[in-house]
């Protein structure tokens, strides 16, 4: 079945696409927001070494990620090992496989401005709000939250679009299984493959439209947030 | 109170100790970098290596390393920078601390406490579309509507222009007249501790010097505070007589009477008067034929060698008060002053407070 041009198989990668960059984004979010704290704030040395690591994923070649992660994820890997070992599937080729291979690649993405912002903000705001009775928690969302949006802002957006374009890891551990670990890239590489130019044409028009307006938006709320943003 | 607290960091060590007073404002003086800033977050609980003991109405807060965390405490905290949240507007600033509050326990009025800080007309804007003395009365404000039981307050003037200062020190007085609640008022400005203090803690490199009343710490020979340059003593009196011709206040102190520059205040009330060593001269007669105002019986208390050579500084006995007087050497020889002697203080400028 064809829908504005594009096939049903097509449709079901970008869907996958869209899934799996939001569900890796939310999760990365959450969990960085302790890791940006404690390097945004900690006066350990071992800072440089967790910072050098975080940046890892900028600079290797995308095939080096995901080959690692083949292995560690695999049957026999030490992750996919220890999960046979206790009757769960190992997660090479997997939806799960791919949300841990997205969240590795664009850690950086969300990291980096949470760090900043966690920073530009400083512990001043913080120490007043606990001397105005707020717990830690209540600090976080009254304080943190809204004066750093904008740094959370920006790495939602770095990190959903990065995964959106993501293809040598996914394709790593993922392969390329229809319907569960074919993503629209890689959907785009097989019809190139495929001499199929009409179908990747089409693909990768959406892909485009997409991350453009998704940028176009996010500038545009930008320039409302920036009236209280963490810049004084 | 006693209030005792040590903190390491790097090379500098606070290791400090003073009474706190259960009403009134206690001055912690001392040049930058004395650890002043570092003892006042030590009590707010906002050092987390600190230990040392503080109880405040009954609560500890501190006991060694065991530490009340700070939104615990019933505290009032006013930052050197006013330390507003940018994201919200001075009304919802003012009721962050507020509401955190249960109902219950507010002592201090919504209402009044705008009113007394002029606040009514800025509620609905935001910090940034404020001067730095506004934004330091709604820090001021916040601190104050938590109903604290102790009220810190880190060099609330000190960044910002003089004309703001001239603006929030009127407010900080009232507050001082209206609040029954201790205040802990750090500053390295000595005009600032002439207006507002009480009690004066005194400290140097992480260490209280000495601690009492503000007008007997200045005049302590043995410390640095009267050697300055610009020392000055510090007079209680209470206003007796306005003399409308001359525009001239009389102000009685220890039952000698003051003329000063006419004061706006009604006979009765009780006034400050501050006076510079260097304003002050001593004759062994009463000066009738001199221009100088105000010649006050003294006994001589003490007298020290001045930083400067060839200067002796005196501490002289006003009924219960003391004044501070810097001389050069040679005068004293020729009227050859001893601790002890009756003689008679000139005083040219008196600044009122």
């Known amino acids: ?232 | 109170m006693k209030v005792r607290f040590q903190l390491k960091r790097g090379d500098f060590t606070l290791d400090a100790a003073f009474d706190l007073a259960e009403q009134g404002i206690t001055a912690v003086f001392g040049r930058s970098g004395c650890g002043k800033t570092s003892l006042l977050r030590c009590m707010a609980g906002l050092e987390p290596e600190a230990r040392g003991q503080l109880e405040v109405a009954g609560v500890v807060w501190q006991a060694d390393s065991q530490c009340l965390p700070t939104h615990r405490r019933a505290l009032g905290y006013v930052f050197q920078e006013a330390s507003l949240f940018a994201h919200l507007t001075v009304e919802r600033n003012l009721r962050y601390g507020w509401r955190r509050v249960a109902p219950s326990h507010r002592r201090v009025e919504w209402q009044t406490t705008v009113e007394l800080l002029g606040l009514a007309p800025l509620l609905n804007r935001y910090p940034d579309q404020l001067s730095g003395g506004q934004r330091q009365r709604v820090a001021l404000g916040r601190a104050l509507l938590t109903s604290p039981d102790l009220l810190l307050m880190d060099e609330p003037l000190a960044s910002l222009d003089s004309d703001s200062k001239a603006e929030i020190l009127p407010y900080l007085e009232q507050l001082h007249r209206t609040l029954a609640l201790p205040v802990v008022y750090v500053s390295h400005s000595q005009d600032e501790v002439l207006r507002l203090a009480d009690q004066l803690v005194l400290m140097d490199d992480g260490r209280v010097l000495t601690q009492g009343p503000v007008a007997r710490v200045l005049t302590r020979l043995d410390m640095p505070l009267a050697h300055q340059q610009g020392a000055q003593a510090l007079l209680e009196g209470v206003v007796t007589r306005q003399d409308d011709a001359d525009h001239l206040t009389e102000v009685e102190c220890d039952g000698q009477s003051v003329w000063v520059s006419q004061l706006n205040q009604a006979c009765g009330t009780r006034v400050r008067l501050s006076v510079s060593a260097r304003d002050v001269t001593i004759s062994r007669v009463p000066a009738t034929d001199s221009s100088v105002l105000n010649c006050l019986a003294v006994q001589i208390e003490a007298l020290e060698a001045d930083l400067q050579p060839g200067h002796v500084l005196i501490a002289l006995r006003l009924g219960n008060q003391t004044l501070l007087s810097r001389i050069t050497e040679r005068s004293r020889r020729l009227l050859a002053l001893q601790p002890g002697d009756q003689v008679y203080a000139l005083v040219k400028g008196i600044a009122v407070h």
Request: aromatic residues 10%; charged residues 10%; hydrophobic residues 60%.
């Open chain 1, 1 to 232: 079945m064809v829908i504005a041009g594009i096939a049903e198989a097509d449709w079901i990668a970008l869907l996958l696409t869209l899934r799996l960059a939001l569900i890796s984004t939310v999760l990365l979010l959450v969990l960085c927001v302790p890791l940006a704290w404690w390097l945004a704030f900690t006066p350990s040395r071992a800072k440089v070494l967790i910072e050098a690591l975080v940046a890892l994923p900028l600079v290797l070649p995308p095939t080096v990620i995901g080959f690692y992660l083949l292995i560690l994820l695999g049957p026999r890997g030490a992750i996919g090992g220890a999960l046979e070992s206790i009757g769960l599937t190992h997660l090479a080729f997997s939806f799960t496989g791919l949300v841990i291979g997205s969240m590795v690649y664009s850690l950086p993405f969300v990291v980096q401005p949470l760090q900043n912002a966690f920073q530009s903000l400083g512990t001043r705001p913080l120490e007043a709000a606990a001397t105005l009775r707020a717990g830690p928690f209540d600090r976080f969302l009254t304080v943190v939250l809204p004066l750093t949006r904008r740094g959370f802002l920006t790495a939602f957006v770095l990190s959903f679009a990065h995964t959106l374009g993501e293809f040598g890891v996914l394709l790593m551990i993922g392969g390329s299984i229809p319907g569960q670990t074919q993503v629209a890239s890689i959907a785009i590489y097989n019809h190139v493959e495929a001499l199929d130019y009409g179908a990747a044409h089409g693909l990768s028009l959406v892909l485009l439209v997409l991350a453009f307006s998704l940028l176009l938006a996010v500038y545009a709320l930008n320039r409302r947030f920036r009236l209280v943003g963490v810049a004084q």
